[in-house]
């Protein structure tokens, strides 16, 4: 809430002249070496970094652990924790009111895929503006430790339950519903996530990224497959993720062989250094193939799976005015007194 | 053609009908038809043929939840008095369904007229009704119309028939012909031959035997006739919303697919873009999710449903209360519980809505009575919830939304739009900053920002759970306390902005009448009758609003006994105003209901009081 402070050094500061601080949120209250909180640092450093005016986000949530973590970053951004699983109507109706605001929506996996899939899957059809991140951990937290719908098959609880049912991939999901950016990452990963929140900022579109974060206190034990141990195990990158901003220069390390790149609305440079042979960020088909394929081997794929730069956004499909909706002036929302004499004329 | 009733070819008008008395403009008509059939330009057409002619008219469509096939009855009541309310009896029935008719026939009484497909046989059902036998195939088939489209055209053959046996001047039957299908000119002339053809029969084969007759009056001038969903779609537009979310519901649709016809028609702009957001939702949860989303974001943003939407609204609507977000909800209501009877009307919403959510909640409620305080209260609701920044609730009902009601014209909104508390940048700098939460001026209401407003002390977080002043978590139980108490003295502010009630009568009565919504038109009838038929003379109150103003206990305290008149079962609005009210005064309150999906008429209501006083007819 306050302005930066003035001290004797120069300080480092981004491209709009603020400092790391103002970006900054309140203290976490969440568990200490949750993954959540790991997010909320990269969450905080990618806008920082991007030099995006903090007044300019929205931020929203729905209930639960990861729902509560907008508290933890930009408080100088407007942020809405509204209703368990119903954050994306929310976060929609406040674009169509101002579709000029960046909006970042931070959900868990019950959140999302539980109470939450019909307004998440409906989210991405429509292709709504935003950067919209599962935490991941495959378990209630807030409510101490029930198995959510992202829990995989087989996995064990604290209490000693297994989960029996299968896991909902919600990056195959997203890229059939039709998101235009699907990445799935880790906590943990500092640089990976990095360059995907990066990238996930100057992409205009649905930016559905699945951030596995393990819960240490209900599920980060032996028989978990969302536990620090399991993922050091088990994550296979698809590809390297580097991003390039719009604003710096895109020409270093350029290496054709071996990478693609994936040019975002702002100019910026999305770039995916292939491990996997033939891998092409716009393939819908393929990107669904190799997640089916890493379940099959127990492997957790992370990266950038699928990436569409054409498809038009929400707010650009309703044709709306350019400045907000929110604040036009009367003049412009209250049609003038001869449309109200010719309605009554045609009902006279 | 000798049976009783049936009238032989060639007899003149006059030697016949003038037995009897001449019933002019005090009639109803009931067309029977089938759902589907598209009999709604007929019905439409007959009905502004008789309001050009100067003469108060009514029309309500009572149809079935079904795209075609099931029967459906579009009634018209011609009232020279003016009475606009559903009457039970029928006096002329236009009967085209071959499977009610001989039912629709036996409802009738004595003195009626049937105007019917004469291969339907009838006149053999009753002595002492009139009957038309029209060949009506044999007719459509005349005006050469495509065998695809005869199905429509038929109608329109009763119409010409209903017009010749009623005396509705052909020149009002041509002028609404051509309104209705203004860009069509060839179904226009398609439409008028078979009209031509129905009256021209009337003419030739049948005898005007029954003594209903439309004379021309000068009642209707300046007058306009319209539905209250195109009313609320009207006043939401000048109202000057932008972002409107919807769920497809019965019968609620029509305000939102009214409103994108007016709003593509004039809020787009020059350059052909849009001054608005219309988007239909997944469901009700998500059309509420959007509206508060863009309450938030600082948009006039509405939906629009009914009953079973509503419960599903029920959390949201504890959540813009708790947030403080405004946003308006129209609610055409329609019988429940559950999936109920979807087609047919109700007043059976207003407990549910008076404090939708879990926790202590509640909400404003306007109550349009007529198409006018649709559009009215559609803008005003607008202004009283970026005022109060919470949810409005418009309670129309099937009957006034759906249904097409004669009204004075609508007048322009003088008065600016009111966006309420919103501080911008500047005054922030002024201020050094604002608590989201904490009265400052007195009436509850606090002050807010919108996303975007550029100052960095501008921000605040918007949660549902426990919050103190500053917008802060907070489960402290004094700031916990302090917060619902100032949202429930926020609630008595809203008094000093929702429409007063009206009080009808000289106010000296000791029976007091207090109603709300269409039981209105009932109710002034029903008081014409009480004074008329029993000596009974009532003062009445309607109510247009919650909260309940001083008015109100006013009314009950002076008045001996109170007759509660709703179109539901459990005396809702009696319960909420036991809420409200002294004790003392509780006891003066009786219930008067009607809920059985119909809209309430005048007699249900003369009945029960009169015999409730001891004046029984």
Redesign the interface.
């Known amino acids: 809430?306050?302005?930066p402070s003035v001290s004797p050094k120069p300080v480092k500061t981004n491209r709009i002249g603020l400092q790391i601080l103002?970006y900054r949120g309140g203290k976490t209250t969440l568990c200490a070496g949750c993954g959540h909180n790991a997010i909320s640092e990269r969450i905080t450093e990618a806008f920082y970094e991007m030099g995006i005016?903090?007044?300019?986000v929205?931020k929203m949530s729905g209930i639960g652990c990861s729902s509560k973590s907008?508290?933890y970053f930009m408080?100088?951004?407007?942020?809405?924790?509204?209703?368990h699983g119903?954050m994306?109507?929310?976060?929609?109706?406040?674009?169509?009111?101002?579709k000029?605001?960046r909006s970042i929506g931070v959900s868990g996996d019950g959140d999302t895929v539980s109470i939450g899939m019909?307004?998440f899957i409906?989210l991405l059809r429509r292709n709504v503006p935003m950067i919209y991140i599962i935490e991941d951990n495959g378990v209630y937290g807030l409510t101490k430790g029930q198995f959510s719908a992202t829990a995989d098959i087989g996995s064990k609880l604290k209490t000693g339950v297994i989960n029996d049912l299968p896991a909902i991939d919600t990056c195959a999901l997203a890229i059939q519903i039709g998101a235009t950016f699907v990445g799935r990452s880790f906590s943990g990963d500092k640089k990976q996530l990095s360059a995907m929140l990066k990238a996930a900022v100057a992409h205009q579109g649905t930016v559905m990224l699945d951030v596995i974060s393990p819960c240490v206190t209900f599920n980060d034990h032996e028989g978990s497959t969302k536990s620090y141990k399991y993922m050091q195990e088990h994550e296979e990158a698809i590809s390297e993720v580097g991003f390039v901003p719009h604003f710096e220069d895109i020409a270093v390390e350029y290496d054709p062989n071996t990478t693609v790149d994936v040019r975002l609305h702002d100019g910026s440079h999305l770039r995916l250094r292939k491990l996997h042979e033939g891998y092409d960020p716009t393939d819908k088909v393929q990107a669904t193939k190799m997640l089916m394929e890493s379940h099959a081997k127990g492997e957790v794929l992370t990266g950038v799976f699928y990436v569409d730069t054409q498809k038009p956004d929400f707010a650009s499909l309703?044709?709306?005015?350019?400045e907000?909706?929110?604040?036009?002036s009367?003049e412009?929302?209250?049609?003038r007194?001869e449309?109200?004499a010719e309605?009554?004329d045609a009902?006279? | 053609m000798t049976t009783s009733g049936l009238v032989a070819q060639g007899q003149t008008t006059s030697s016949l009908v003038r037995g009897g008395k001449q019933i002019v403009n005090d009639f109803s008509i009931q067309i029977a038809t089938v759902n589907g059939s598209g009999s709604q330009s007929a019905n439409s057409v007959l009905l502004r043929s008789i309001f050009r002619m100067g003469v108060p008219v009514s029309g309500k469509n009572l149809f079935p939840s079904n795209i075609a096939g099931l029967p459906t009855w579009y009634t018209i009541r011609v009232s020279k008095h003016g009475w606009v309310a559903r009457k039970t009896d029928i006096d002329v029935l236009i009967a085209m369904n071959p499977e009610t008719a001989q039912q629709d026939v036996l409802s009738l009484s004595a003195g009626a007229a049937v105007i019917y497909d004469e291969s339907f046989k009838l006149n053999e059902r009753r002595a002492d009704v009139t009957f038309y036998p029209v060949p009506f195939d044999q007719l459509t088939a005349s005006t050469g119309a495509d065998a695809k489209i005869r199905k429509l055209v038929k109608n329109m053959v009763y119409v010409g028939v209903a017009a010749q046996l009623l005396s509705i001047d052909m020149e009002w039957i041509e002028k609404s012909v051509r309104k209705q299908f203004a860009k069509k000119v060839k179904a226009a002339e398609l439409n008028l031959s078979a009209v031509r053809a129905g009256f021209e029969y009337a003419a030739s084969s049948l005898t005007q035997q029954n003594p209903y007759l439309v004379e021309p009056m000068n009642a209707t001038q300046g007058k306009i006739i319209i539905d209250g969903n195109a009313a609320a779609a009207m006043g939401a537009m000048f109202a000057g919303v932008t972002v409107v979310t919807w769920y497809p519901i019965t019968p609620s649709s029509s305000v939102v697919e009214q409103l994108i016809d007016y709003m593509k028609k004039y809020r787009i702009e020059q350059d052909g873009k849009a001054s608005f957001a219309i988007v239909q939702a997944e469901d009700e949860l998500a059309a509420i999710g959007m509206v508060i989303g863009a309450g938030w974001a600082g948009a006039r943003s509405m939906t629009a449903t009914s009953g079973p939407g509503i419960s599903l609204m029920a959390e949201f609507a504890g959540l813009a209360y708790f947030t403080e977000i405004p946003g308006v909800i129209f609610d055409v209501q329609r019988t429940g519980p559950s999936t109920g009877m979807p087609t047919r009307t109700s007043q059976g919403d207003l407990t549910f809505i008076a404090g939708l959510s879990h926790g202590d909640t509640k909400h404003v409620m306007l109550i349009p009575a007529s198409v006018k305080e649709c559009y009215e209260f559609g803008i005003a609701a607008f202004d009283i919830a970026e005022q109060m920044q919470t949810l409005v609730f418009v309670l129309s009902d099937l009957d006034l939304g759906m249904n097409n009601w004669m009204s004075e014209p609508f007048e322009y909104p003088e008065k600016p739009i009111q966006r309420g508390k919103v501080l911008n940048a500047k005054q922030l700098e002024e201020l050094g900053g604002f608590a989201r939460y904490k009265d400052v001026d007195g009436d509850a209401i606090p002050y807010r920002t919108l996303p975007g407003t550029d100052h960095p002390a501008a921000a605040y977080f918007t949660r549902g759970s426990g919050h103190n002043e500053k917008a802060l978590y907070s489960e402290r139980p004094d700031e916990y306390e302090n917060n619902m108490l100032r949202l429930a003295r926020k609630f008595e502010t809203a008094k000093t902005l929702v429409p007063q009630p009206i009080l009808e009568g000289d106010g000296k009565q000791k029976i007091g009448i207090i109603a709300f919504g269409t039981s209105h038109w009932a109710v002034i009838e029903s008081r014409d009758q009480l004074e008329r038929e029993s000596h009974l003379e009532t003062d009445y109150l309607r109510v247009r609003a919650y909260p309940f103003t001083q008015e109100i206990h006013d009314f009950v305290a002076s008045h001996e006994r109170i007759y509660v008149v709703e179109q539901n079962r459990d005396a809702q609005m009696l319960h909420l105003l036991k809420v409200d009210l002294d004790p003392a005064q509780t006891v003066k309150l009786r219930s008067v209901l009607h809920f059985n999906g119909l809209p309430i008429d005048a007699r249900t209501l003369t009945t029960a009081i009169a015999s409730q006083e001891g004046a029984g007819k």
């Open positions: 809430m306050s302005t103002d005016q903090p007044e300019r929205m907008p508290a408080s100088r951004s407007f942020s809405f924790n509204t209703v119903r994306p109507s929310v976060a929609t109706g406040a674009l169509l009111a101002n000029t605001m019909g307004q409906h309703l044709n709306m005015v350019d907000p909706l929110a604040t036009l009367q412009r929302v209250r049609p007194r449309v109200l309605i009554m009902h006279s």
